[in-house]
C-alpha cells in the first residue's frame, strides 16, 4: 500500500505563495501519477493539479493555471504544488492522491489519499 503525508499548509496573506509537499511511502504504481485535491466548506471536492510518472506530463484546473505548479522529485518520492499568487478562493483542505493505470482528474478515480492539509488565504 502508499501512505501519503501533506505538509507545507498554512496562513496566507492573498498574493502570497505556498508550497505542499505530499511524500509517498510504500509502493506506488509504476503508471498513473500523483494529483492535487481540495474541498473548501460546503463545496465539493475540486481537482486542481496531476502529474504523470511516465512522459512528465502536468495539467491543471483552469481556476489555477498560471498560478500553481506542480512537480515531482522521484530522488525523495515526493510530489510538490508551488501556489502563487493566492487567492481567498483557493482556501480548502488540500489532498494529494496516487492513481495507477491512466491519469484522471475525478477524484474517484484515485487509489490512495493522505489526510490533507489546511491552506486559508485572507483578503
Known amino acids: 500500500q502508499v501512505q501519503l503525508v501533506e505538509s507545507g499548509g498554512g496562513l496566507v496573506q492573498a498574493g502570497g505563495s505556498l508550497r505542499l509537499s505530499c511524500a509517498a511511502s510504500?509502493?506506488?504504481?509504476?503508471?498513473?501519477?500523483m494529483g492535487w485535491f481540495r474541498q473548501a466548506p460546503g463545496k465539493e471536492r475540486e481537482f486542481v493539479a496531476a502529474?504523470?510518472?511516465?512522459?512528465?506530463?502536468?495539467f491543471y484546473a483552469d481556476s489555477v493555471k498560471g498560478r500553481f505548479t506542480i512537480s515531482r522529485d522521484n530522488a525523495k518520492n515526493t510530489v510538490y504544488l508551488q501556489m502563487n499568487s493566492l487567492k481567498p478562493e483557493d482556501t480548502a483542505v488540500y489532498h494529494c492522491?496516487?492513481?495507477?493505470?491512466?491519469?484522471?482528474?475525478?477524484?474517484?478515480?484515485?487509489?490512495?489519499w493522505g489526510q490533507g492539509t489546511q491552506v486559508t488565504v485572507s483578503s
Open positions: 492522491a496516487v492513481k495507477g493505470g491512466i491519469i484522471s482528474g475525478v477524484a474517484s478515480r484515485y487509489d490512495y
Open positions: 510504500g509502493r506506488t504504481f509504476s503508471s498513473g501519477g
Open positions: 502529474i504523470t510518472w511516465s512522459g512528465e506530463i502536468t
